[in-house]
């Protein structure tokens, strides 16, 4: 379901967490437009936090030292590359004032990028939004082969360790079903999502969730191995302790 509006020069941040926790999000026409529209699917895409399809050559990739990845340290280079039109995407729904609101709520702790360098060179990355214990996933891009898929491995892990019960990815492509996406109904959606958030399916928040994930508790694994950055996680140890999240079940 479309719900647009007029021109806009702003999204008001406390607008979009509102808009999130009752299952709606905004879109743009192209890069360039003015005006945004809400969205509240039908079907919707959702990603099982134990349904993630790990093939051994991504098994490989992750596990080895080919990249290196950061959380939250490159946010408005990654929302301003998936804004990027590409050969394969001349356009994008992201525009300024979408991207503003994200960035707004990344300073303010609701907003997380994960970040993929080969060197010194940003090669891919996703961002979304975290609220309760629910991950709003927006957009990823690769510059590189295998670079998204990276860091969507590298999320649903930390997701996981962090406790969180939901990864919403909004519309259903081929690419993520690759990587065991599922489509849901509404109805369905919605008793998830209040589930994640602790209210009643397509609840409004009232004052907070009644539990929250820890988007950082990934960082704390590894007792005994050198201690990480809080806000970055790099080499192939962590790539193993993602391949090793990734390949339990609940």
């Known amino acids: 379901?479309?719900?647009?509006?007029?021109?806009?020069d702003a999204i008001d941040p406390d607008l979009l967490?509102?808009?999130?926790?009752?299952?709606?999000?905004?879109m743009s026409d192209a890069r360039d437009d003015e005006s945004v529209y809400w969205v509240e699917p039908r079907i919707r895409a959702v990603l099982p936090l134990d349904g993630f399809h790990l093939s051994r050559r991504l098994r490989r990739t992750i596990a080895s030292e080919r990249f290196r990845l950061t959380v939250d340290t490159a946010f408005d280079r990654i929302i301003a590359l998936c804004a990027e039109a590409a050969e394969d995407r001349p356009d994008t729904w992201i525009n300024a004032a979408i991207e503003q609101a994200f960035v707004t709520l990344h300073r303010r702790g609701y907003a997380h990028s994960v970040e993929v360098w080969d060197g010194e060179h940003l090669a891919g990355g996703l961002y979304g939004l975290a609220l309760g214990r629910a991950f709003f996933g927006e957009s990823m891009v690769s510059r590189a082969r295998d670079a998204s898929k990276v860091a969507l491995a590298a999320l649903v892990a930390r997701l996981r360790a962090g406790g969180f019960d939901l990864l919403d990815c909004q519309f259903q492509t081929p690419h993520l079903a690759s990587l065991g996406a599922i489509e849901v109904p509404k109805v369905a959606y919605n008793a998830l999502?209040?589930?994640?958030?602790?209210?009643?399916?397509g609840g409004v928040l009232a004052?907070?969730?009644?539990?929250?994930?820890?988007?950082?508790?990934?960082?704390?694994?590894?007792?005994g191995a050198a201690p990480l950055d809080a806000d970055t996680v790099s080499g192939p140890a962590v790539g193993k302790r993602i391949v090793q999240?990734?390949?339990q079940t609940s």
Not at 1 to 8: F, K
Not at 211 to 222: K, R, S
């Open 17 to 26: 967490l509102r808009a999130y926790a009752l299952g709606v999000f905004p």
């Open 193 to 201: 999502l209040g589930s994640a958030l602790g209210t009643s399916a």
């Open 1 to 8: 379901m479309r719900r647009p509006t007029g021109p806009v």
């Open 245 to 247: 999240l990734l390949g």
């Open 207 to 223: 004052g907070g969730t009644s539990a929250e994930g820890d988007f950082g508790a990934f960082d704390a694994l590894g007792a």
